[in-house]
């Protein structure tokens, strides 16, 4: 079933997703070729190749891209700052042959005024297009038509607040968690449980492991030949927490195996988990024999040179650390980490600064998984408190919280006040987005949940046929999350012994789910046996 949205932080901000149909291919009388910028150079006509080290990719469309010009070059660097590799295109056509190859990641666009009026409205239904961002010389023209499209974050005339925008959208793609639950996601968490077991406690010769990824990370696309050469050659030099915490590759890879399960990036580092695990837990137990508490605490080593910027970046690697343990389910880990990250924040930073806010949300985030759902509420309050004094008054952000704060009442059966959070969250999307916004689908979902679970069945299916009413806009037709919402309601239908309609809704979710998934995936045996209960009790 669709669970309730969580919005995990970065230092930066928080999590949202949103996914929309599959396009018809759009056509263009440009003929010029397309290219890809990475730190290593360029080629002609890339094509979508394994990525590991970004959860997303960026495309430039413009047809009056010039990459000899000085002011090219320059827009391209402060881009690389923010991502691995940039492809470019001056050809509608080519730019979406390019984005229907990506079958895993997210794609976020630049696009000019004129092609994005023209080729946007139809590209915009592409599920792995992610968000759009126009520049143009002619903001208010374009705004006109831009409002209009859901995926298009802005109108922009220079490049800085794109640049800005896109690290915070990169940051929520990095977070951004899989949206659909059935009760099958058990055998999934176990087989998690088993491969984090078995890589924890493997030994083999770290020297054959460094080979074996260098070779593997040499085989990809987005990594440059100067960070591969100075694993290879310093990986022994520094701790792993160094290397985790450092402005290389091995944190992104890492993160990315973590969060989409990718068994085969796990196995490769497989040394590097056991290496950071054992250096973490070393350093524990180093810090608690010097304590008579058990009480937490944080130490700065060469305390009085450490400069404002130093305890910023010690707290991010702290709440990154927290990250990976949460993505692994270590959640009395993932709580330390955060928890240190917060300390050092509230030294560093203002009392009302946006990362505070972050961090209470992502404590909250853990006690919930946890099961202390008033320590959660607790954290997730604090963390709206912030929010508030720091963010617009309808900011989509604060939308996500208010959505935490449900998630807890929910959990605590405490349904009118996770029903009205929950409102609140849909007043504040109501305003800050789009109409058909995915995320506004999911807060009308989100409301009929509480009611299913209040035992209210037609309030209940009036704000699921909502959502879905959105989903249909927004998604392709097999989209996942249209399959959660039949399933939804075809519980519902069936709690209220309409077992026609019961049986409709569980056949259209199984339909949905044998086109995407194998057959023997716990979403389609799942589907199949609603189907057949629904069937007994006619």
């Known amino acids: 079933m669709d669970k309730k949205q969580h919005s995990k932080s970065t230092a930066s901000g928080s999590s949202s997703s949103s996914t929309t149909n599959k396009p018809k291919k759009t056509s263009s009388s440009s003929s010029t070729a397309a290219s890809v910028s990475t730190m290593g150079g360029s080629a002609a ?141 058990d055998a999934l968490f176990m087989y998690t449980q088993l491969l984090k077991e078995a890589v924890l406690e493997i030994e083999d010769d770290d020297r054959k492991s460094i080979k074996d990824l260098v070779t593997y990370c040499r085989e ?49 580092m497989g040394f590097f988990i056991r290496h950071l695990h054992q250096h973490i837990k070393k350093l524990h137990g180093e810090q608690q024999s010097d304590k008579p508490t058990n009480r937490p605490f944080t130490v700065f080593r060469g305390q009085e040179n450490t400069t404002p910027q130093n305890l910023l970046d010690l707290a991010a690697s702290y709440n990154d650390i927290g990250l990976v343990y949460d993505n692994m389910g270590e959640y009395s880990k993932a709580l330390s980490s955060y928890e240190r990250a917060l300390e050092i924040w509230k030294i560093a930073l203002p009392p009302n600064h946006p990362h505070l806010a972050a961090s209470y949300g992502n404590i909250g985030l853990v006690y919930d998984n946890m099961g202390e759902y008033s320590k959660a509420l607790s954290s997730h309050e604090r963390s709206l408190e912030i929010w508030k004094i720091a963010l617009p008054p309808n900011h989509p952000d604060l939308a996500s919280s208010y959505n935490n704060i449900s998630m807890v009442y929910d959990n605590m059966g405490e349904y009118s006040k996770a029903l009205s959070s929950h409102e609140r969250a849909l007043e504040i999307r109501k305003i800050a987005l789009p109409p058909n916004h995915p995320d506004l689908a999911s807060s009308y979902n989100n409301i009929g949940l509480v009611y299913d679970n209040m035992g209210e069945y037609s309030k209940a299916l009036s704000s699921y046929k909502r959502s879905l009413e959105i989903k249909k806009i927004a998604l392709p037709p097999t989209h996942p999350d249209l399959a959660t919402s039949y399933h939804n309601m075809g519980l519902l239908c069936e709690n209220m012994g309409d077992y026609s309609k019961a049986l409709h809704f569980h056949e259209r979710t199984r339909d949905i789910v044998q086109k995407t998934l194998p057959p023997t995936h716990p979403h389609v045996l799942q589907s199949k046996r609603d189907v057949e209960r629904v069937k007994n009790k006619m």
């Open 45 to 185: 006509l890339p094509q979508p190749a394994r990525r590991i080290i970004q959860n997303f990719l960026l495309v430039w469309l413009d047809a009056n891209i010039d990459e000899s010009k000085e002011d090219f070059q320059n827009t391209l660097k402060q881009l690389r700052r923010i991502v691995a590799s940039i492809t470019t295109f001056t050809d509608a056509q080519q730019c979406f042959d390019y984005l229907s190859g990506i079958t895993k990641e997210k794609a976020f666009m630049i696009v000019s005024g004129s092609l994005g009026q023209k080729f946007v409205p139809e590209m915009e239904a592409m599920p792995q297009l992610e968000s759009v961002y126009v520049f143009c010389g002619n903001q208010s023209y374009h705004e006109q038509w831009a409002n209009k499209v859901s995926k298009i974050k802005g109108v922009y005339t220079k490049i800085e607040p794109i640049c800005k925008a896109l690290e915070i959208d990169r940051q929520r793609c990095d977070q951004t968690m899989i949206p659909i639950s059935f009760n099958g996601l």
């Open 220 to 268: 990809q696309e987005d990594i440059s030949e100067d960070e591969i050469k100075l694993i290879e050659r310093e990986y022994r030099d520094h701790t792993p927490i160094w290397w985790y915490t450092a402005p290389y590759f091995m944190y992104s890879m890492l993160n990315r195996g973590l969060r989409q399960m990718d068994v085969d990036i796990i196995l490769k």
